[in-house]
């Protein structure tokens, strides 16, 4: 079964790049990354640019609307994701609970629905 783990955080929260606790940062999540490799239970997973560089498309009564930036105003911003893929819930929690923005923000995890 796959799981997205979508990871939040407030944009001022964890290690500030250039420090080199972000490079300590940047390396945990490296070695998450190839932990996951290693495991078979990854299938994707990326970082997002700022929330600034968000774009919003709605669709009401055929007219189209974009609007800068994120849909919903939140303290907690979706900064990535990881798409694993495991055995149960349980293991796919175990998992999130490893990827480093846990320890300063959220991890939502969701098993994907899938159409056959």
């Not at 783990?5 to 300590?24: R, V």
């Not at 997002?48 to 849909?71: I, S, Y």
């Amino acid at each position: 079964m796959q799981y997205m783990c979508l990871i939040y955080s407030k944009a001022d929260s964890g290690p500030a790049p250039g420090t080199p606790e972000f490079s300590d940062y940047l390396k945990a999540y490296g070695e998450f990354t190839a932990m996951l490799q290693n495991k078979g239970a990854f299938v994707s997973g990326d970082a997002l640019q700022p929330v600034a560089t968000a774009t919003t498309v709605t669709r009401e009564n055929g007219k189209v609307e974009t609007t800068d930036g994120p849909f919903a105003e939140t303290k907690e911003q979706l900064g990535g994701y990881y798409l694993i893929e495991c055995e149960s819930l349980d293991t796919a929690l175990e998992l999130a609970a490893q990827i480093p923005t846990a320890e300063h923000g959220r991890i939502e995890v969701r098993p994907v629905m899938t159409f056959d």
